[in-house]
């Protein structure tokens, strides 16, 4: 069995649930090489400081040479996309260590997730409690102004990340879509029968469970939104209402 843990769900519908597809999951988080990740210029506090006007890839922002393209001391937004994995993981490290060098200040971070491993989201999320860079302003999570963004399953645990969290409640005045933040439970995928195993008895699911609600706890969200996750089958998504998330302390009301 594959060691890899899943929070993901494929695509939002205009219901409380919305449907995974199991192969094709798997498939986009193994093909992915890793989480999209963009920098940019805030709109605010740039003042008076040169070169602080750009939006950049990761991966451009970390190529040899380009370090006289971007100022020293910008106040930025980090943009995380698509599936959460370990490389990605990875560049978000990359990519928070040369901010650091940078003396850059992160303001936001804007989420557009659907999920992916529980693991390297634990570990992104960790790394923004830790670096200096989030602190400093101190750092806003939302999801993305996009009408179909979503913070889903191990996305929250980014969400839960940041020092002050926003959020829009009662999309389109629909009471099925209170929020924009889903959890479900995880799964892990067994790739001798193409099929996840979300069952109770599962030691690497049960593992994550207590990294979870050590975590959580370390911030000072409740864990009982670790049981409340895994209450919910792999192949559905629960939308969270303000009331949920304010008990939850992953916002102020």
């Known amino acids: 069995m594959s060691s ?9 519908l205009p219901a409380l649930f919305c449907s995974l597809a199991d192969a094709q999951t798997y498939d986009i988080l193994e ?33 040899p040479g380009s370090a006289q393209d971007f100022g020293s001391g910008c106040r930025i937004n980090l943009r995380i996309r698509g599936i959460i994995n370990r490389d990605g993981a990875a560049l978000f490290s990359e990519t928070v260590d040369r901010a650091e060098t940078l003396k850059f200040r992160v303001a936001a971070i804007v989420l557009d997730s659907r999920g992916g491993d529980a693991d390297a989201a634990i570990s992104m999320a960790k790394l923004i409690r830790q670096s200096d860079s989030f602190r400093k302003i101190p750092v806003v999570a939302r999801v993305a102004e996009d009408d179909q963004s979503v913070c889903f399953s191990a996305c929250v645990v980014l969400f839960s990340a940041a020092y ?90």
């Open 4 to 12: 890899r843990l899943l929070f993901a769900a494929q695509a939002i």
């Open 31 to 63: 093909r992915s090489p890793q989480t999209s990740i963009y920098l940019e210029t805030d709109y605010v506090g740039n003042d008076g400081l040169a070169n602080c006007d750009w939006y950049s890839s990761a991966e451009d922002f970390l190529s």
């Open 164 to 253: 002050q969290r926003e959020l829009e409640f009662d999309i389109d005045n629909n009471p099925e879509l209170p929020s924009r933040i889903g959890i479900h439970g995880p799964g892990q995928f067994d790739r001798a029968r193409s099929q996840y195993d979300s069952s109770a008895g599962n030691t690497e699911i049960a593992r994550v469970s207590r990294r979870l609600k050590d975590y959580f706890r370390s911030i000072e969200v409740n864990e009982a939104l670790v049981d409340d996750m895994f209450a919910v089958p792999f192949d559905q998504i629960r939308l969270l209402s303000r009331d949920e998330l304010v008990n939850y302390g992953l916002y102020a009301d």
